[in-house]
């Protein structure tokens, strides 16, 4: 007796594994929000310890500061050259906390990216097709997200410091790398809408 193995077509494959990778994303969510809320947990105990507890390394370069600033229980977290300033040897905890705020904040960025990626999958699979107005507007939301990761790393948290009194003023609007990809997710949201279009025509005209 022979047997036929049934071959599936090229559009099944693709919604198989559109399937299977929206699966995963709801998976690395929900993951993310528990790591999240455990790394806010976290944050407060640690703002809750002695300041005794904490140590600042300033390295001096060329006028400007490179810092690690660590905890007792061996947590430790590294400043980019010209963030802190000399005054930030006094402030180890502040600095501290400022880091995880920092690292809060993007892990904040990660868990709405993800979430957007199983809302553009969820669309997909109720739909049949990526090429939805609302999936444009998620992946222009995830390039502007990539944007603002950005800039809170080289502009706000520089901010943050030098208002707080431990900075040492370098202050960058924007990495070019970030604003690159960034602009490259936003403008692949407008060719997602684009074929949302033609999508809406081809559909009328059936």
Not at 86 to 101: H, Y
Not at 117 to 126: M, S, V
Not at 178 to 189: E, I, K, N, P, Y
């Amino acid at each position: 007796m022979n047997l036929t193995k049934r071959r599936e077509s090229p559009g099944n494959i693709v919604k198989t594994r559109c399937s299977e990778i929206g699966m995963a994303c709801r998976i690395l969510f929900w993951i993310s929000v528990l790591v999240l809320v455990a790394a806010a947990v976290w944050g407060i105990y640690m703002g809750t310890r002695s300041s005794d507890a904490f140590w600042i390394i300033l390295t001096d370069v060329e006028g400007e500061f490179h810092g690690i600033v660590a905890s007792g229980q061996g947590q430790s977290a590294v400043f980019a050259r010209g963030v802190l300033g000399e005054s930030a040897r006094e402030q180890p905890k502040l600095c501290f906390m400022i880091a995880v705020a920092e690292m809060l904040m993007n892990m904040l960025i990660g868990v709405c990216i993800l979430g957007m990626l199983r809302i553009i999958f969820q669309n997909i699979e109720k739909t049949e097709t990526p090429f939805l107005p609302e999936n444009a507007r998620v992946v222009r939301r995830i390039g502007l997200l990539l944007i603002l990761y950005s800039f809170i790393h080289k502009c706000v948290i520089p901010l943050v410091c030098l208002a707080l009194g431990v900075g040492g003023g370098n202050i960058n609007v924007i990495d070019i790398n970030s604003l690159l990809l960034g602009g490259l997710v936003v403008s692949l949201s407008y060719m997602f809408e684009y074929g949302s279009v033609l999508q809406k025509e081809a559909d009328e005209t059936l």
